[in-house]
């Protein structure tokens, strides 16, 4: 899983545009979780990251803002 070695090669990341990537999943989130300087994760379009997973991640996460492709638009 490239997203995996990503984020354990790139600890110091700050922001992270993942948007597109269709075969990422809730386990995605988790590996981005270890990402401690994130401030902002775009994931606009990955349809296999369910809203439960996501909806976790910001509670476990209130300091990433985390943006999806509705939210480009508005």
Known sequence: DFVE???D???K???L???GCDRLTDKTLHFVSQLR???ELRIGLCQMISKGALHDFEEMHPKINVL???EWIE
Do not use: H, R
Request: with cysteine; hydrophobic share 40%; glycine share 0%.
């Open 9 to 11: 090669n790139c600890t």
């Open 68 to 70: 999806t492709k509705k």
């Open 17 to 19: 545009n993942l948007s």
């Open 13 to 15: 990341l700050q922001f």
């Open 37 to 39: 300087a994130l401030t």
């Open 5 to 7: 070695v990503l984020c």
